[in-house]
């Protein structure tokens, strides 16, 4: 199957700093990468959606000015968490699709454990 | 109605033993049906898919029956390992791409 690497696999950082983690897909091109957060025993929630060239689409309650995301290439979406507080402590998961293979079907990243201090 | 409610939230199973997980949805625009599997610390994993053209869908130790009418479909996970203990979650999608899981399911596999 696909692969989908994320980098850093984990981060502490101090409060009021900002943090990016970087989602790749390693072979294929991803036309849509999505941005998850999951917490402890919860289910994934989708924060947004990125096609490459275009601006994110969040959703709902998901603020756009503290979650920052580029989707610069076909392999690359970054995803920044500005100012960070102990409260976006959380395990951040990235998972990419391309329109050229199964519908729908998206490849999930090992996911990014972030702490803040 | 785009939610996808997912049961057990829990599973018990003596190795070799059959695991049942069961979801049903509500929106008859999803198409397509995955489920993932996931260990802790880790992305989660595609298990099996499943379209809703078929009833039945076989891969391995794993089964997917899907049933239209009911909007529901579940995993069977046939001679169960201690391996298979991971977290389980079902997903329906359509053509927007969007994904919606369902809660998950803890399941543990019993030497």
């Known amino acids: 199957g696909a692969v989908v690497s994320q980098h850093p696999s984990w981060v502490i950082c101090k409060s009021g700093t900002s943090v990016k983690i970087e989602c790749r897909s390693l072979d294929f091109q991803a036309t849509t990468m999505f941005w998850y957060r999951q917490f402890p025993k919860q289910s994934l929630m989708l924060m947004a959606t990125s096609n490459e060239g275009s601006k994110a689409t969040y959703e709902q309650g998901v603020e756009k000015d503290k979650f920052l995301i580029n989707h610069a290439s076909l392999t690359l979406s970054t995803l920044t968490v500005t100012s960070a507080h102990p409260e976006d402590s959380s395990f951040y998961i990235c998972?990419?699709?391309?329109?050229?293979?199964?519908?729908?079907?998206?490849?999930f990243g090992p996911g990014t454990r972030l702490t803040v201090l | 109605q785009q939610q996808v409610k997912q049961s057990p939230q829990s599973l018990i199973v003596q190795k070799g033993g059959i695991s049942i997980i069961n979801c049903a949805y509500e929106n008859t625009a999803f198409d397509y049906f995955p489920w993932y599997q996931q260990f802790p610390g880790k992305g989660p994993a595609l298990l099996i898919a499943?379209?809703?053209?078929?009833s039945e869908k076989k891969e391995g130790r794993f089964t997917i029956s899907f049933n239209k009418s009911a909007k529901q479909f579940s995993l069977h996970i046939m001679d169960s390992q201690p391996g298979d203990s991971a977290t389980y979650f079902c997903?329906?999608?359509?053509?927007?791409?969007?994904?919606?899981f369902g809660a998950g399911t803890r399941l543990f596999v019993k030497a």
């Open positions: 499943i379209r809703p053209d078929v």
């Open positions: 997903a329906a999608s359509s053509g927007g791409f969007k994904t919606i």
């Open positions: 998972s990419a699709s391309s329109s050229l293979g199964v519908w729908n079907e998206q490849f």
